[in-house]
């Protein structure tokens, strides 16, 4: 298949070269209007028709996302399904600053040029340019995973922006974790020793995450972490409820799946707690 494809590459080069302007153009066009998450309304209109100009059989509102699409470069037969996944979300208040216009200008150019260059392309498969919203605190290609949108997709790649050319790089999952601590309210002036302080808890769970991850490569371990307290009343002395808020990717901790929030030890009593 080697030889094959590389005879076909001077072909699809000359398309992005074709098509250069209108991608620059539409890059700029969707980084002058942001959109946030789900919301991508504009720069959804333009991508899709884009690609069905172009050629490419477009599917709009995959997975049920109002913002998602899919468009399909077929082959000659059935075949392993390649994606090229585009992002076009925006940042609250500051804009394009992670370049999703570029990520979504580059997706849409890769497919768009295939059909372009190929029309059908020569080899079994077929290539899709897979529209993914809400990047930005969305989850969207999970709830497009979910809605089996990825089902039939045998490898999945991307265009980000970067400093420098990286053709490969490795990459984390995400696990996020929601620990809540029970405690026991007391009157803080009457009987303070009853009082369990869940948030005692929490910290000491805070301290063991630190501790633990400290000496790990930060390539292949990082966590970030978040409380809330909630006590019943100003009187109270011990905060009734806390909630811990995980998010780690360790390549350990996400291999295996889900899995329990780690349980911390229980704050040491002072003399006279009952």
């Known amino acids: 298949m080697t030889g094959p494809v590389d005879s076909l590459k ?62 399909t470069i077929e082959g000659a037969g059935p075949g392993p399904t390649i994606a090229i996944m585009a992002e076009y979300d925006a940042l609250p208040s500051i804009g394009h600053a992670c370049g999703h216009n570029v990520i979504a200008a580059a997706g849409t150019g890769a497919g768009a040029a295939l059909a372009v260059a190929l029309g059908t392309l020569p080899f ?87 501790s633990s991850s400290a000496p790990t490569r930060a390539s292949t371990a990082s966590s970030s972490r978040a409380a809330t307290s909630r006590t019943s009343s100003p009187s109270t002395r011990a905060p009734t409820s806390t909630c811990a808020h995980f998010q780690e990717t360790t390549a350990r901790s996400c291999s295996g799946g889900s899995r329990t929030a780690p349980r911390a030890p229980r704050p040491p009593r002072a003399a006279g707690w009952r």
Do not use: Y
Not at 49 to 63: M, N, P, S, T
């Open 124 to 210: 079994a498969g077929r290539v899709q340019v897979i529209g993914t919203p809400a990047e930005e605190g969305g989850a969207g290609k999970v709830r497009l995973l979910e809605a089996g949108v990825f089902k039939a997709v045998d490898a999945a790649m991307m265009i980000h922006g970067r400093c420098g050319t990286m053709v490969w790089r490795p990459s984390l999952g995400i696990i996020k974790v929601k620990a809540e601590f029970h405690g026991k309210a007391t009157h803080a002036s009457s009987w303070p020793w009853r009082g369990v302080n869940a948030l005692n808890a929490v910290i000491q769970l805070f301290v063991g995450l630190d």
């Open 10 to 71: 001077p072909r699809v080069a000359a398309a992005v070269d074709r098509l250069a302007d209108e991608l620059e153009a539409l890059s700029h066009r969707i980084h002058d209007h942001p959109e946030l998450c789900f919301k991508e309304e504009r720069a959804h209109a333009w991508l899709t028709e884009f690609l069905a100009k172009h050629g490419a059989k477009v599917e709009r509102a995959v997975g049920g996302l109002p913002t998602a699409f899919r468009a």
